[in-house]
């Protein structure tokens, strides 16, 4: 997806809600990022992220109809899609002080987990944020998340796993 059309909408949906932009920086590396440096950051981000997640969906609608309008030459059937845009609004460095937080939550739960051999919770994240979970611990043998619950309640459970035992030799 063009980095160009994604700068332009989300610039444009900012200066409609009359926020002040210092600079918006558009990064793809494994996910497109839209970064944005505003003085109006506690306003934009709002409580616990809130503002910040509508913000995002609100940009991937917007994104996702002017990818749609300029692409003339789609077929329009009811049964073809264009992929949804996939990149992600991040206001002064807010969303990746959040995921490093979670992180060290995460990391912190999972050694109760091994200290007492048992599953702990972690409290409702979005997709993404259990996604960067699932991912932190995909390698670990002994730890296993499981996604749980339905919409804004949907958490990960992290469950302790013994390792394999190993065969004896006499």
Known sequence: ?????????????????????????????????????SPDSAILVGPNGENLQALNTLARRLVEKAVDIGSQDRIQTSDVHSPAPNFLIDINGYHEARLEELRAAARLLAERAR???HEVEL????????LVVHELFADDPEIETVSEGEGKFRHIILRYKAPPEKDAIF
């Open 1 to 37: 997806m063009p980095s160009d059309i994604i700068k332009s909408t989300v610039e444009g949906l900012l200066n409609a809600l009359g926020a002040k932009i210092d600079a918006i920086t558009v990064s793809s590396d494994a996910r497109t990022v839209v970064a944005i440096d």
């Open 123 to 130: 409290p409702p994240a979005s997709s993404y944020e259990r």
């Open 115 to 117: 200290l007492f051999k």
